[in-house]
């Protein structure tokens, strides 16, 4: 073992100790295991390792006890970027088979997007995604949240949007952000109040 230390040493016993204990001490220990680690202590506090290398080439970087990010190669041509919670692994980002990879480790982690300090998309381990909501809809696979009576999912072309949205408990098709189409769950499916007698909603067909 070679260690280089900033006010400590290793003892008899293999323990690390320091010559003055009021002070910061850090240090590098290269192992006859084949390990690397790279310590750091505040005053007052036995230096915790802080970076370390192994025999594989995996590189860990933690900020107390429990490693908080790893780097490895994987399989392979495999690259890895290992993040963890708690010591535990929970994501992770990889480049794999060619394929540029971000990934949620866990049966049930999902991977949230956030903007401002609040989720914005989330995508669950069902692979089920929600914009401004949570997914709660068994067989759903995309499910849209917002404000009531406005176009929640659009679509654009030359200027002109369209889209749908839910109103007081209706699903509403929009031209621009006018409800033109509602749907009810009652006997009366669909108010086709703005179908005119070419069976177009609005004044006019295509092109008109």
Known sequence: MLVLGSNFYINSVGSETRYNTSEESS????NRNGDINLK???TGATATTRLSIDTNGE???QGDSNPCLSVDRGSANNTNINIKYNGTLTGQVAVANADF??????????????????SKV???SS???????TPALGSSKLEVGGADNYPLINVEA?????????GSGILRLYYG????????????????SNFNASGYVGSSGPGG
Not at 127 to 133: E, S, V, Y
């Open 127 to 133: 692979g089920r995604m929600g914009i401004n909501r």
């Open 59 to 61: 590189t860990a970087i």
């Open 122 to 124: 989330i995508i669950d």
């Open 177 to 192: 952000t006018t409800s033109r189409l509602n749907i009810t769950d009652s006997t009366a499916l669909v108010s086709a």
């Open 40 to 42: 750091t202590g505040g």
């Open 158 to 166: 030359s200027g002109a949007t369209g889209g749908m949205g839910i």
């Open 101 to 118: 990879q971000l990934s949620a480790v866990g049966a049930s982690t999902p991977i949230s997007f956030y903007t401002n300090g609040s």
């Open 27 to 30: 240090g590098i220990i290269l």
